[in-house]
């Protein structure tokens, strides 16, 4: 994977900084307790190392899971207890050798050290700053409760604040998002929303094992009694490790269910994928909150589930389809919703599920909703689901060219569709582009020079949809088209 430009400066820039803040600590007369940095840094890179992933391995039956988060305590009771260049220090053999799951490596594991020196190094200030040295007492002298949680308090919010700035930095300079996108009809969405709010729990859980670990330090037992924080240290990864368990059986539930559409309908294969792909971007493009990406990328790749519940010859027909045929077909919004009803964590990707056939002027189906009474991933999905239908090469259809789906769905926009949404995926197509598809079994027909946008029909707006054209079939084209959706 190529690192984009833009996201090796902002690390240059970040391991410029750390280098600034570690560098006094190494300079003469500087006084590092180094006893300390050592054991501490060993300490830390102990925790993200071996021991963690074998506690993972077993907790998630022999495997680890990607991403699943590094482990703060011990560096947080560095910025407690250390000056902050020398707290900076204790990050860096840990971050370094820790493993990475992307390549390539070296330029993401000089992003996680720099990121956590500065991180570490901020807390530390902030800390000492507030009299956090005195606040944790020495020896025979006890720490000074409450006041002593004010320090540590103020340093987990340094810490996160830190992190947060730095991650949101990097999100706009490696995927090239706005650093304020619009949010329709509410206060802008910056690059950086979501990510102090997520951050926040885990880091708070993180700092006062930290707080623990650094009281611990200073009594009379010394670093010994410390490394007795290890163990709510690991029932807190063994956690973690849980919450990454539940969130891959969500993640093999919808492979599940996906699988067994497109063994059914081979015509759509691969189709809902790229559907929830689409619908994430629209969303994004919204503002939506970070929780809501998942769900409504959920609500785009289930949004057919119900075709298990349609005949399949129904589905694989090659004529026309009958009017008890087509009322069938109509049904499979609400074979999806009963099927998907019982699992709690899709949440509002059900009403998508049930309603994303619905339109804008209330001639679509199950139940002829019309404008807001669509529930909103509903009306995301709907545009994915057109658009990907549009430029998606089958057996009975050839791709369109983006620009000319586009211009069909803002053609619907209003009657069909919600502006909203297509706007949006408009806006999102301009910054990130879109692959087109074979999804069919068979091999695609040669391309053709793509046709412009029909007009409307008289009296009526015509549903976005793939045109026909007599290369690829001509009526039988058409027939197999209208039985597919």
Not at 348 to 372: C, F, K, Q, V
Not at 404 to 416: K, P, V
Not at 457 to 483: D, I, M, Y
Request: proline letters at 9%.
């Amino acid at each position: 994977m190529v690192i984009p430009r833009a996201a090796r400066v902002h690390v240059g820039c970040a391991a410029l900084g750390a280098a600034a803040c570690v560098l006094p600590a190494l300079g003469p007369g500087a006084r590092t307790p180094w006893s300390a940095v050592a054991l501490l840094a060993v300490l830390y890179a102990g925790c993200e190392l071996p021991a963690r992933c074998r506690l993972l391995g077993r907790a998630l039956g022999g495997a680890v899971p990607t991403g699943s988060g590094p482990f703060f305590p011990v560096l947080l009771a560095a910025a407690l207890l250390l000056p902050p260049s020398a707290a900076a220090l204790t990050a860096l053999p840990g971050a370094l050798l820790a493993r990475v799951e992307q390549r390539p490596a070296g330029p993401r594991r000089v992003w996680r050290a720099a990121r956590l020196a500065l991180a570490v190094g901020a807390a530390a200030l902030v800390a000492r700053a507030l009299g956090a040295d005195a606040a944790l007492g020495r020896g025979t002298y006890a720490p000074d409760f409450p006041y002593a949680l004010v320090p540590a308090g103020a340093s987990v919010l340094t810490f996160c604040l830190v992190l947060t700035a730095l991650d949101g930095a990097m999100r706009v300079a490696a995927t090239g998002a706005p650093l304020v996108a619009p949010r329709g009809g509410g206060a802008p969405r910056t690059a950086w929303q979501g990510l102090f709010g997520r951050a926040l729990a885990p880091h708070a859980v993180h700092g006062l094992a930290g707080l623990m670990m650094a009281v611990l330090w200073r009594s009379t037992y010394g670093p010994v009694a410390a490394l007795f924080v290890l163990l709510p240290m690991y029932l807190s990864c063994w956690v973690f490790a849980q919450y990454h368990r539940e969130r891959a059986a969500h993640q093999a539930t919808i492979r599940a269910l996906v699988q067994a559409v497109d063994i059914k309908d081979r015509y759509t294969r691969g189709h809902s994928e790229r559907v929830g792909r689409a619908s994430v971007l629209i969303a994004r493009e919204l503002g939506m909150a970070e929780e809501r990406l998942e769900v409504v990328r959920f609500a785009g790749i289930l949004h057919d589930v119900g075709k298990l519940g349609v005949p399949t010859r129904v589905l694989r027909k090659d004529g026309p389809l009958t009017p008890e045929e087509r009322r069938v077909i109509e049904l499979h919004p609400e074979y999806g919703h009963e099927m998907v009803r019982g699992i709690g964590f899709l949440g509002e990707a059900r009403a998508a599920i049930l309603h994303h056939h619905e339109r804008m002027d209330g001639s679509g189906y199950p139940y002829g909703l019309r404008g807001g009474q669509i529930p909103e991933f509903a009306r995301v999905v709907a545009v994915a689901d057109a658009f990907d239908a549009m430029t998606s090469t089958r057996s009975y259809s050839r791709a369109r060219p983006v620009e000319t789906a586009i211009a069909e769905l803002e053609r619907c926009a209003g009657s069909q569709f919600d502006p909203r949404m297509v706007h949006a995926l408009t806006r999102a197509l301009d910054r990130h582009g879109w692959q087109t598809a074979v999804t069919a079994d068979e091999t695609a027909p040669p391309a053709e020079s793509p046709s412009p946008p029909r007009p409307p029909a008289p009296g009526g707006t015509r549903a976005a949809g793939p045109v026909p054209r007599p290369a690829s079939g001509g009526p039988e084209a058409l027939a197999r088209r209208q039985g597919r959706r």
